[in-house]
Every structure is written in C-alpha cells, then in structure tokens.
C-alpha cells in the first residue's frame, strides 16, 4: 500500500515522464502513423489523459468540467463501453486537435488529478483504479517510443533524437539455466499492483528444461540469415512463411543491408549492427525459426518465469511459446476496465521480460506482455530452451 | 503391431469410405470449392491417392510408374518439400483431371498397393507411414463430408443427399464432471498410432474444475441469440467482435431464419432447427462469447482430456480454449511428413473429441484436432466448464 | 423484316450452336469460373435459356409454367430490375442445377418456344425483342468459346477440345488505307437489327488518317517484348504500367516461354506461336503500348468504321482509342432490356471488327464491342494507326 | 511572348500565392494525407518546388547545388523518369522533412531562381518550360485547396479557417444556350500558353443541343436525393451503382444530416447547405444519375467549349460526359515533361471550366480537366444538356 500523501509525487512523476520521451520531437513527428499497429505521440499523449479523465475525475470529482466535448471521440482507443471511437486506422489523419492543444488538455487534467489527489479521501477501490492509470500510461510510455522509431525509422532522412532508454551492459558468457521437473508457483501471489491477467497464482507442471543464460545476438542472427533462414520454409511455422513471402521478409525490422554490410535504424541515425548486442526487433515466427534452425525452441512462459531470478533481464522482451492465454481463476472486471486485457486473449503470444524502453518500476517477473507474432516493432529478442 | 495379412485389408476398408462418402454426390459437386478453407471433392479424393503414391509406391516399389506427370503438381497440398503445389485458392478452378481420372487413379493405386502389401517385407518404419497414410486420408475424410456439407448448403437449391454420419442419440441429463486440483497425465502413452502431436506424454497440473455433463443445445444457443448476443460486444473477444461486424454473423453456420422460425441445412435439406440437439457449426469465437454470456468458460485441452472417459462424446468436436501448441519434447520428423502437425502450431485453437463426420476408430481421448478460431465448417460444439 | 415463317428456324439455329459449342467438354468443364471476367459454360446455357423464358414466354405465352422456381434467382445476370441475382464471383460455386438439369431446361424451353413462335402472331415489337434474344444468346456463344479457353488454357494439363471456330486465312502485305479529312457518317442507317449503342447514325469530322492494312502479327509483337516493351514506363499508359507491375505482365495471355521458345495454349493443346499469325488476347493497354512504341497509335472507332469496308476483317477484335460512350441521340429502353448497354458506358474502350469465335452474321460494320482496358480474355488485336 | 523582365515578378507572384493558401494552416495540418487521392500540403509545397530544382535550375543554372540530397526522392510525384519516387499511399507518414525545412527549401529555391531570371538569357524552349512550371503550381495551389478542405472537413473538430476562394455571385435563371448542328474548331488555337493536351486544334461534327444557362443547385439535388436518387440503380452506370453500394454514399462529399436539415463542411465550418447554391462536391456518376433522373444527360466536353463564351463560369469544375482522350495529332513531349498529361489519357472524364478554388488567370476555354468518375473532393458541380 502506497501512502496516500506520494500518491500525487507518484502520479506527477509518470505524467512527466511520457512527456519527458516526446521532448525532442518536432510538431509533425507527433503526428503521422504509418502503420496501424502504432498511433500518433500526439494520440498517445490524449489517450492516457483521457482515461484520466474519464474514468477518474468525471465519476469522482464533484463539478468537474471536461476539457472539450469531442476530446472523448478522438481519445477512446478500444474501449467499446465508453462510446464511439475513431477507428485505429484513422488516428494519423487527424491533424487536430493540435500538439499544443493536447499539451494544454494535459496540463489542465494533470492541474485536476493534483487538486482531486490532494484533498480527496481515495478510496482503496480508487487507488486501484489510479495505479492502473499509472501503469497504463507507462505502457503507452513504451508505445510511444517504438512508435517514434518506427516513424522516424521509416522516414528516408533516418533523423536522429533524443530518447530516453535503459541501455543495460549487455554481459556475454552466461551459463544456462536448469530447470528441473515439478510444480512450479506461477503468478503474481504479492501485495502490490499487477495486472489482471497475472491472476490467478497457481501451479503448473515443468519438466526438465535448459535455458540460455543469454539472449541471441546480432552476430548469432546473421548467421542464420547468411544460412540461407528467410530462404528455407522448414524452419518456419507455415504461417510465418506466409508471413515471409507476403512481405519479402531478410532480415530484423530497420536493418539495411548497404555494401554488404548490415545497418540499423537507432535514434542515432543509421548505425553498423554490433555484432555481440542481443538482436531486436524480430518477430515471433523469426523468433521460432531462429530457435528450430538451431535445433532448439522458445521457452513456455512458465519456464521462463520459472527461471526469470537468474535471467539478466530488462533489454528485449523475450518471446515465448506460449499463446496469450488466462489464468485458472482469471476474472474479467465490470465495466470498461474490464476490457483492459481479457478481450485480447486470442491469436496473441507472450513476450516475457522487459526492454530499454520499459519504464523503471514498470515490469514485474510475473508479468505478461503479448502481441501477434508478426509484430516486431517492440524491442523484441530470442532466448532459446530445450528440453533435456 | 498389425499382422501383415490384415494390412490390405485395413488399407481397402479405409479406400473404399472414401468412395462410399461421394456416392450420392453428382459429378459437378465434385468440382467446386466455394471457400478457400475447403477442396473441391474430386481433390481429395486424388490428394490421398497421391499420398499412396508419392511417400508409399514411389520409394519403396521397384518399377512402379506414376499414374500422370502432372499430378504430382495438382494433388500435392501443403507438403512443400515435395515441389510446387497448386495453390489452395485455385484447386476450384480445375475442370481437369477429371472425376473418372482420379477414379481411375484411385484404382490403379489401390492395385499397385495391393500388390505391394500382399507381396512386400513391411518394415516397422514403413508400417508406421501406412498407418499415417490411413490416419491421413480418415482425417480426409472428414474434410470431405464437411466440404460437400458446404458446396450443397450453400447453394440456392439446397440439395439433399445420401452421406453416411455416425450419428448418436443424445442424451441430455447428465450430470457434471468433477476435476480435482492435482497433477494429470497427457498424451498418447499407448502403443499404437498416434499423431506425432499427441507426443510426448507428460504430466500437467489441473485446478478444481467442473466440466458439463452435457453440451450446449440448439435450445440454449437460440436464448443467447434471443438475448442480443451477437449485438453485445462485451461477451467477445476482440478479434471475435470483429469477426462478427465484418462478416455480420447473426446466428451459426446453415442457420436461416424464416418467418420466424430457425432453420438449418442438413443433409436432408433445409430442416426445422431442434431445439434439444448438440449446437453444431459453430466458432471458437461464438463458443467463447457463448460461454461468457453464461458467466462460465470453456474448458483447456487438459481439463478435457483429464475428464474424457466420462464424457458421452462423439457428437461434435468440442472447442477448447487451448492453442494448439508443441507438446514438451515434441519432435518434428525429418522430411515431408514433418509438415504434417507441427508447422501449423501457431493462431489455431484445439478441439477435442470427435464428430458424426469422424471416421470410425479415428478419435482418441488423446486426440488433438486444431482449426483457427473463425472457422465453423466442422461439426463444431460447446461443452462449458468453471473453475470451483 | 424477317419473314414469320423462318423466326422458328432461325431460333433453332442459334439455340443448336449454342450446344454445339459445347459438344466437347467435359461436364466438370461445364462448372469452373477461373475468374471473375468469365462465367462457367452451364452457367451462359442457363442464363441464354432464362433470357428467352423470362421476357418472351412468361409474359406472351399463356399459361406457361416455368421450368423451376430457383432458376431466375440462378440465371439472372445483371439485370438488376428482374430481381435478385446471384453475385457474379459465385457463379463458380454452384454445382447445382447440374449440367443435365440445364439441359433439360433448354429443351423444355425450346419447346414451348417453338409451340410459341409456330402459333402466335408476332408483333413488330415482339419480333424486335426476338431479335434481341438471338443476338444476346449469340454473343453468349463468343463467350462461351473465350471463357472454355480460359478454364482449359489454365489448367495444367492443357487440354486439347474440339471447338468451332471461323479461321480466316490471314493475308498479309495489304496497303495502309486512308481516311481524308471531312465529315463522315456514323452508326446503324439501316432497317435491320441493329443494338441500341449502334444508335442514332450522324456525322464525325475525321482529319487525315492512315490505318493499317494488316494487324500486328506475333512476330511484330515479339519485337516488342524482346525490345524490352514490358519493362519500360514510357511506352505505358499510367494505369497500364501500374497492371503490369501488379500482375507481372510479361506477354500476352497464353503464351509461355520455354527453353527460349514462345508457345500458346490453343483449342490444339500448347503449340509454338507463328510468327506470321495476327497477335491475340492481348488488352487495350498493351495494344496501346505497343502503338506508342511503333511510334504510332490506335484508330479511334469513327476512323475505323469510316474505313471497314476495306479492312480484312473478321480475325481479332480490333482495340480501338475511343472510350465507349453514348451517340448523339442513344435512349435507354424502358425496362429490364434498358439494361442491356447503357449502364455500361462507363470505363471501357470499344472494340470493333469481329473475331474468330463471332457467330455467323452477328457483327457489322458499325457494331460496337466494349471491355474494360485490362481485359484480354476475348480474342483481341491491333491494327495501327498515325495522324499524317 | 511575356518581356523577360517580367518572368520574375510572375514567377514570385505565382510562388508567394501558394504560401499565401496555407497561411492559416496549422503545423499539424500540413502532415496528414487522409485518402490516396489527396497530398500533404506541405508536399504540394515541396513538390512545386523540386519542380523548379529539378527541371530549371540543375539543368539550366551553373554551379547549382541540390538543396538537401534526400528531396529529389521525397518530392518526385509521379515522374517515372527521374527515378524512384514516395509511394503516394506512404506521403502522409512522412514527419520530415519539417513544414520550416520545406519553407526554407522554397527560399533557397526562389532566391536561386530569381537569381537565374534575372541574369539568364531565357530561350524560348526554356520559357515554354518555365511557363508549364507555373501552371503547373497553380494546379498545385488548386489541389492544395481541396486537399486542405479535405484534412478539415473530415476532422471531427470541423475546423474553421482562412483559405482564399474565388467565389462569384451565382446568378440564377440565365437561358439554355443553343448549339446548332455543324462543324466546330475546338483545341486552343491561340499563341499564348497551353498544356499539350489542348492540342492540336481540330474541327468537331456536333448535332443540335441545348446546354442549361444554370447550374444545377443544392435546391435541385435534394429533390434527386428526396425522390430517392441513391436507392434507385435504374438512374446509375453500372460503375455508379457499384460505388454507391459499395460506399453507402447518400449525398454530396461533405453533406451531414442533422435532425432532418442538410449541412455541409465550409471553411467557415459546418453551415446549413444553402439552396440556391450550385451543388458540389460531386462524382460523375452523381452527375450522371442526376441528369438520367432529370431525363436529360451531361454535354459533351466538345458541346461545351462550343458554348463556352456563353456559360457564366467559374463556379464550378462541371463534368462532362467526355473520356479524357487525346486530340487529333497529339503528341507526348520527350523525356520527363512528356509524362505530365499523356498517359493519364485513360479510365478519366474530362472536366471543363473552372472552380472557386482555381487561380486566377489560370484556366482557359479550351482547358482540359480531368478526374475519375468517382471522385469528388474537388469543386465539381453538374451542367445539364438535352439533344433536340
């Protein structure tokens, strides 16, 4: 239980920081989406504004007046409980409301949270709700920023900027991690906030399992590429090969092949590929194809979390083999919240860990990230695991 | 082990069901293909053939020439090891071969395979191929009823036919299953055929569990519809909401309403929809939503098969909300047949059971069929489970 | 005015070659749609059989009964005013009425039509609506024959088929002709059948012109391709040069490159190309192409009209530049006939001459044939023009 | 012959008008590019301005350096011979270059051309150039209009701002104007500027009509669409009515139905749609259908300039029911120049006049606009003929 008294500290400092990552784009780059999968900065920015409004200050501060009417239209992402929304795709043709405007509504709903937060008797149904948001808008932290790589990286000037990430010391040489047969506690079984979808905590059944103590590396990914890997379908599930010849897939997501040397987008500028760095920016059909081609797989969500102490974690979120699935026991909550994870359970792999462009505090060993396994604009890399 | 001298005549019981299945079929039903998930009749009835001819006669006996160059090309499916295939969307556009040629290649294979089984020293690794070849060309089987299922329900005449189903009596009343927390076994422990996904066997831990005695009928389906279930969004998965705004799905497969009134197409033609029968044709998405507007789920893979001796089964494959994953230490085998199973672990749903289109001695309490979550051309149901 | 006496057999005459196109197919051949463009065989007997049933007996023969009640739902094409038709994209899924049953329904319709034309007395404006009927199921027939060659010229198997069609011997070495500047008369001026599109005759202005004497021949055309003509912007249209990216157009249709040799799928299975044959199945953006690299252009339709009586004509569909739009003067028809030609003035490029699948007596001199710019599955060529 | 002393006040009046159009602009609406059709204004303005760089000063000024290296790529439209070009789908994900950078592009460019105007001696081919750039811009600042009412206009916010429109009082109740049967020059014959497709000058055979002295008003089309015009497919091209359905289109672009009255987006907002008006924002198969359903059709693109000194002008682009096709002896310019007019000379109507939206001094009588049937985003409206 959080003192109610930093509560405020708690909320200014995560609304600083989603700010704090925009701060050195330019007005336009706040506003393009080139694929559906991202949103706009600007989007994002109105977006966890917008839950705050709407699903804290609207039910619970007596006479507060909303910002603007048609804010609520523009904002809703998916939650089909609170209204018409504007359609994913149609995000990047909105040019208002204004980079300025959006800033404006957040300073005004951030001036509202701080007065509410201040003088009102939160309720313990509340704080749960408040650190939701708070978590919520870290995640939008981490899509903001590989939305900004991705429309940066896709522009054919390849900008360099300012962003804030964690760059951990990549440590080679690690040995691998022994799991061995029995029932393993899965779950988030603590006191603090989690996601729903971490619940319940309950057993499951391992059996005997190595898993690398490192993540693949550039270098070990070339080889696969230089193998012939994109070329051979039997190292791919067949709809990752669909996946390849749809889109003449080669290599990572922003890797360039220019003189027979490979090159990456990094905020930065293009950038030579080092070679001993884990590689990023993969799909899970990469993923898997990597591990099959050397003879291994991914590991099951629960191996991982299994093992999770002894990983070096928190550069790439790390695909397991594991579908995006509930927990015995997993309760979907009333109301728009309630939308929040259950519904997506469907067609989605887990990704376990965390990356550079997590925010501090935000991720947990228990905690479940998941995405189709086609998408590889998230910081994505490969652990392997066999079974022994 | 089967006796050797019992091998023809399994290989000529399960050849001649196919046959049997397209009796009353008239020549143009064996041509037309009016989705891409489903062949045309008269391919897989040359698609088994070739499965004979290309992993059983063409390496293993001396001298045989292939029945025509060039269906190789046309009756390959998905094996992409074994040189280009035509593509799925095209197999409704092919007039030739036509349907006396594959009868008449179905002949001469079945004489080459007699010859060869009568007169050949089976080694037990090839008795396992032909074992996966009549496991292949059953599950073909099935396909086919399913697939003539669809080209006569969807056309405007709705034809009757003759098709032989396995068709139980229901019996409703039964009382539910009870699955104490523990640890289970899973898989295929036995010593004869199995699928290579049913591989390897393994413990798993189950929670409390009640799974119903009886599945979902057409009575209780028709009170979801009643109830605005396909308006609501809030009983969906997303992908499944989607699904029913963009194809705008109001009711199952084959059902038509008319004045008022559900009907449904059968083999027997157009027919009043009875309410006390198994649900059937159906998606993963409809039984998902269908079990949340109950407030229950469905059950995973595991619980079914922990609960399957006591199930009355055989009816409809059942949805599980389980994705159709590797088994631990699952292994693909080298060559063709490892496409078999294993490239297709990835956005498809497991089901379990077995159907009245399912051959006879086809199904397993260990058996794992699979198909993407949209998909409702199968005799699809839904067993509802809770955790206690 | 036809005398009443011969309608029958004139009827009869065209109603028999329908059939007799047919004579060599398969009844699988009877069912395929390979594309949306083209209609399965049984389909075009249906819907000629329908035409005469829905507009001439039902509403002029007292008490006839019609065939089936589904049939109109089935063989309705496009005539939007006569009820719901079936979508041209499922033609190729419906199996049923099987070949025979259209069979049938072609000679009971025969009948009664011929009990009909024997016995009543025709009005002018029945005998008109007739005549429509003849020239409609004619054009069907020329259908008939490029959609059999599309079903079997994508089949792998190439099938060879028995096929009436008017080979004229081709002469080459004709003079160029020429049009010298002033009005010219334009349209149908006579007292027989004629289409509405043909409709009403008036004067052009033409400037001086030289149209070709003979067609582009393969051989022309081999000149272009191997001149680099499919990979060259310039020679393209902007709509042409973005079909042959999208559809890697690298030859006409049918034509296949083997070991270093152009061959073509004919009536006679895959033969070599002759060089000195007029080149075929090729679209308006080709032939305009084509045109543009020679320097040259196509003839728009008043030129060529004002010029046919000295074309050698009767061999390809000759693509003209003119877009097919109304004459001075055209009126749509009242009804569901009104339908026939005017609602397609939109997007698509006249052709005028005949081919070698046009019936006996069908074209003439001012008829106007009309497809889309993409389109070359009919029998189309290329008569050059250029401004002097 | 313009005196060359005053090339450069043309040329900066010309370029300072375009800026003037987006001085109400926001940053963020320069960026967006909602449908395929339309551009990012700040495109347009990089594009006009590669132009000059491109096509002026590389070749022409000695010692020129290329602005930034990357703009040639970015800013190529559609040029295929000066190398690859921006997907025109991928303009709107385009952050950078930034508004300011293409403002200080078009700086740099002015200067160096003002530069090059005043000390150079002018060719007359380079001239004919200079003058096909201004056109060319001043087509640009007309697309700029629509494509900026377009980002507005289907922003939910509906956005009021300043954009500079030549509108003309509409004077209602002119006469028809009468065409006499005969011969007509059309083509522009004059000696000043012309785009290429305006040539050559040539004789037309037209018949007698009457052309409407009036436009077809607001008051007029919703009578059409309260007789129920969108719903009736007998008043439509078969294209028409496939759009229509296909985009549930049920009145002019921009037209909103609230509470039973008709608004439509302005730059001054959402405003009641003003009966007397001339329609706008139209397709020509609402065109089209109109005038079927008025039992008259649209003029002939040759109809109209034969009465064009006659009809009060300006208002409106109107379409005619003329494919966009060359004129006798028309001939495609060499190199990149030659790809401006040409080869778009397919699957397009022509339109005729001019708009509120179209510079001044811009448009001429023999002037030759052309869109697809379907589209609408520019100022279209609907001049009625009728033969007599």
Redesign the interface.
Same mark, same amino acid.
């Given at each position: 239980m959080i003192a109610e008294q930093t509560l405020t500290e708690q909320y200014l400092r995560v609304r600083t920081h989603s700010e704090a990552i925009c701060r050195g784009l330019?007005?336009? +780059?706040?506003?393009?989406?080139?694929i559906v999968d991202s949103s706009p900065p &600007?989007w994002h920015l109105g977006h966890t504004t917008w839950f705050w409004e709407t699903f804290i200050l609207v039910p619970n501060l007596p006479g507060y007046r909303i910002f603007h009417d +048609?804010f609520s239209?523009?904002f809703n992402s998916?939650y089909?409980?609170v209204g018409k929304r504007?359609l994913r795709t149609?995000r990047? !043709?909105?040019?208002?409301?204004? %980079?300025a405007a959006i800033y404006a509504y957040r300073a005004y709903v951030d001036e509202q949270m701080g007065r509410f937060l201040d003088t009102s008797d939160i309720s313990s149904e509340l704080l749960a709700l408040i650190q939701l948001g708070l978590n919520h808008e870290q995640q939008h932290q981490e899509l903001l920023i590989t939305d900004i790589k991705y429309? /940066?990286g #896709? !522009?054919? /000037?390849f900008?360099a900027i300012e962003i804030p990430l964690h760059v951990h010391e990549h440590i080679a040489g690690r040995e691998n991690i022994r799991i061995n047969e029995g %029932?393993y506690p899965i779950g988030y079984a603590g006191t603090g906030f989690c996601f729903d979808n971490e619940l319940n905590p #309950?057993?499951?059944?391992l !059996?005997d399992t190595l898993l690398a103590g490192n993540l693949v590396t550039n270098g070990d990914y070339m080889a696969f590429i230089d193998a012939g890997g994109y070329r051979q379908? $039997?190292h791919? /599930?067949? +709809?990752?090969?669909a996946w390849v010849k749809a889109n003449q897939i080669q290599a990572p997501l922003y890797w360039h092949q220019i003189d027979g040397q490979w090159w990456h987008y990094t905020f930065d500028g293009l950038q030579p590929v080092a070679a001993d760095e884990p590689v990023c920016h993969i799909s899970h059909?990469e993923a898997?194809a990597y591990a $099959?081609w050397r003879g291994q797989?991914l590991p099951t969500e629960f191996e991982w979390e299994a093992a999770a102490s002894q990983c070096n974690w928190g550069q790439r979120w790390e695909w397991t !083999?594991?579908?995006y /699935?509930?927990y015995?026991?997993f309760i979907?909550a009333e109301g728009a919240v309630?939308?929040y994870n259950g &519904?997506?359970?469907?067609?989605q792999m887990v990704l376990r860990g965390a990356s550079v462009a997590t925010p501090d505090g935000h991720s947990r060993l228990t905690y479940r990230n998941f995405f189709q396994?086609d998408k590889r604009w998230q910081f994505t890399g490969i652990r392997l695991a066999m079974?022994v």
């Open positions: 330019e007005t336009e +780059d706040y506003v393009v989406q080139p &600007k +048609d239209f523009v998916y089909e409980s504007v149609d990047g !043709n909105l040019s208002r409301p204004t %980079v429309i /940066l #896709h !522009n054919p /000037l900008p %029932v #309950h057993n499951v059944y !059996n379908f $039997r791919w /599930l067949s +709809d990752g090969w059909y898997d $099959r797989r !083999n594991s579908a /699935l509930p015995p026991g979907t309630g939308e &519904k997506f359970m469907s067609g396994p079974s």
